[in-house]
């Protein structure tokens, strides 16, 4: 069936939400529209994908002594899906990529790179920045080394108005003892709105 581009005021295929002008159009993939209005993805193939493909081809035609239809699967002698995943999760983990690439990979099926992005649709890309995204909150660490030297001033009063002691407290670096130091007033002119608060400066 002839396909035709589709037009730049369409929704975008990718299911953003935008029209396709705004978002798809002009990446290294067209969007391509039959006459059943069924949507496919043009894109174009390097030289190494063109070899690929011509190497599937013979190993079908040996195996099957026929040229493969429509209906074949290219990958026709690959192993299932899951575990091709589960291969490449292992090899992934070998090679020390790092653990959220992986994680994303699990999640979305896809690997994103440099070399590679311009040839996914914006949701595709939200999708893989999503799920890094979701690992690197998962794995952040919740407790921060802090930043030295640390300081704290604590005021106290006889109301919350009032500030009559002040203890002011230096660390300056880890491990080392803090540096205290103590001021009482008999007659206080200044007011605070906290009590006994303990700021970090
Ligand atoms: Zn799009």
Partial sequence: MPRKKLSRNAPCPCGSG????????????????????????????????????????????????????????????????????????????EAGIAAAIIYAYEKTGRIVTDDNQHLLSEADLAEWDDAIEEYET????????????IGTVAMYGPDDKTTTKIAAGVILHDGAEAIIKRWVATFCPFRTGKQGSNRKD
């Fill in 138 to 149: 998962k794995h952040r660490k919740t407790r921060k080394t802090p930043d030295y030297p």
């Fill in 18 to 93: 935008k029209k396709y002008k705004h978002c798809c159009y002009g990446k290294s993939f067209d969007y391509e529209k039959d006459d059943d209005g069924t949507i496919f993805k043009s894109i174009p193939m390097s030289e190494e994908m063109v070899d690929l493909f011509e190497e599937q081809r013979q190993k079908f035609i040996n195996k099957y002594g026929r040229e493969p239809g429509s209906h074949d699967s290219i990958f026709f002698d690959m192993p299932h899906p899951e575990q091709v995943e589960h291969m490449t999760v292992q090899a992934m983990k």
